[in-house]
């Protein structure tokens, strides 16, 4: 069973709208958790990564929540751009080895004009 | 400062040739992986290193080598391609620093298909 699932699956928003991106682990103890952004047919980029004490971390228009309590993370985007059109993937390293990550299988998002 | 390259782009093999994927990064990381991409599914570790002459196995590793003779450079080798290992392979660096969440810079993917 993945230790990391994501909500949801894929999901359309209008441009200039809001979303809310659902992860939820099971990596028990975890080092840290990082959102990454992949493009169709490109390799995944960093857009945020959060060690177990924190509870935010942003990047320009995206930002991240992680409740370590609840294993639960968010990623959201404000003000959505056609940019943002694209794959997010939820990453969770165990602190027994940081290297040995586990990936959430992704929400895709779509943003239409 | 090309970041982590990736070569090939694309490939299409028969069952049980054998090939290698190259990988190298020019900003003196430390750790340098390997990951699976499938539909529907994360990312899954093949093989990692955390320097030279240092590999080890990862998720997936069955089918797979790997070597580190140098710092910059981390090829996957397949023995005997299988259709199950058409798939998206990437290279993954850092620097290794145990714990402190460093930045993972990947490929841009290479797409191989075993007919």
């Known amino acids: 069973k993945n230790q990391v699932e994501q909500s949801p699956q894929s999901l359309i928003i209008l441009e200039g709208k809001n979303c809310t991106l659902q992860?939820?682990?099971?990596?028990?103890?975890?080092?840290?958790l990082r959102w990454y952004k992949q493009d169709t047919g490109r390799g995944p980029v960093s857009l945020t990564i959060m060690t177990f004490s924190e509870n935010t971390k942003s990047n320009g228009r995206y930002t991240a929540t992680l409740d370590a309590d609840t294993k639960q993370s968010s990623l959201h985007i404000t003000a959505s751009q056609l940019s943002d059109s694209a794959s997010y993937i939820c990453v969770v390293s165990p602190l027994s080895n940081d290297y040995k990550l586990s990936f959430g299988a992704g929400t895709t998002v779509t943003v239409r004009a | 400062n090309a970041g982590v390259t990736q070569t090939p782009k694309f490939q299409v093999l028969k069952t049980g040739q054998s090939m290698t994927l190259q990988c190298a990064q020019d900003m003196n990381h430390e750790y340098m992986s390997w990951y699976r991409q499938d539909p529907g599914m994360g990312l899954r570790l093949i093989h990692y290193s955390v320097g030279a002459g240092i590999t080890d196995q990862g998720e997936v590793p069955n089918g797979y080598n790997v070597s580190r003779s140098t710092t910059e450079d981390f090829p996957l080798r397949l023995l005997s391609a299988a259709p199950s290992q058409t798939s998206v392979y990437f290279c993954?660096?850092?620097?290794?620093?145990?714990?402190?969440?460093?930045?993972?810079?990947f490929g841009e993917g290479s797409w191989l298909t075993v007919v």
């Open positions: 992860c939820n682990y099971t990596v028990s103890p975890f080092s840290n």
């Open positions: 993954a660096s850092s620097y290794s620093r145990r714990g402190t969440g460093n930045t993972i810079y």
